[in-house]
């Protein structure tokens, strides 16, 4: 089984950056995601992590480390509209490739 | 092609009633999967499907849930004797062969009164 946790709630100001942190426990190890998702719609992708290290695009990074069970999603230059929940999830070894998320966590940017 | 297609979006129903709602994957998409979401939690997997054949279903799914994707394009998940703890957004999800990133649907919003 899988065990993912992040925190429930963020703040942050515009303009500014933010880290979201997310830790996991799992017998096997095939993957960490990071889905964005506005209230009401559906989880869109962000990033996608297998190998240790930083993934950039954008504004948005993604960093991995295996060995701690730990990634975060780093936000820079925060906007109004980056006010979402942000989903970790982890995809375990095997062949149904089926990732597990966790709660997310929800971010609020205010002016 | 315009993505991962759900109906109805929203639906009403009285405990003990039946629901079926649809999916329609992005056409090429062979992986379709099933998650149920509750305010304030990550989406929780129900079932997965690679074209046809249904390969894994979640213990928590219990016998009153059965979902189909008869011939490898569309699916349908329905909800027998609805009880009050199924109100949630059900989610689709569908992926290709060769990619892990999961391509979701917006979802139909379940209400059981």
């Known amino acids: 089984g899988q065990n993912i946790d992040q925190p429930t709630e963020m703040t942050a100001t515009e303009g500014a950056i933010v880290q979201i942190n997310c830790t996991y426990q799992?017998?096997?190890?095939?993957?960490l995601f990071w889905y964005q998702q506005h209230a009401g719609e559906a989880p869109t992708f962000l990033s996608y992590?297998?190998?240790?290290g930083l993934e950039e695009k954008g504004r948005f990074s993604s960093f991995l480390s295996r060995s701690k069970g730990y990634s975060y999603l780093l936000l820079k230059e925060l906007q109004m509209k980056d006010s979402a929940s942000y989903l970790c999830a982890v995809r375990d070894v095997g062949g149904s490739y089926i990732p597990t998320f966790g709660r997310g966590t929800s971010l609020i940017v205010h002016p | 092609d315009t993505g991962v297609s759900q109906d109805p979006r929203h639906k009403i129903t009285k405990r003990g009633q039946n629901v079926t709602f649809r999916c329609d994957p992005i056409s090429e998409h062979n992986r379709l999967y099933w998650y149920r979401q509750t305010l304030g939690q990550g989406p929780e997997f129900l079932t997965y499907f690679q074209n046809e054949a249904q390969l894994e279903k979640s213990r928590l799914l219990s016998d009153r849930f059965s979902a189909e994707r008869p011939k490898g394009s569309f699916s349908t998940l329905e909800i027998q004797r609805t009880e009050q703890g199924d109100s949630a957004m059900y989610l689709c999800a569908s992926s290709p062969q060769t990619e892990y990133e999961q391509y979701f649907g917006p979802g139909t919003r379940l209400t059981v009164t």
């Open positions: 799992t017998s096997g190890f095939n993957g």
């Open positions: 992590n297998v190998l240790d």
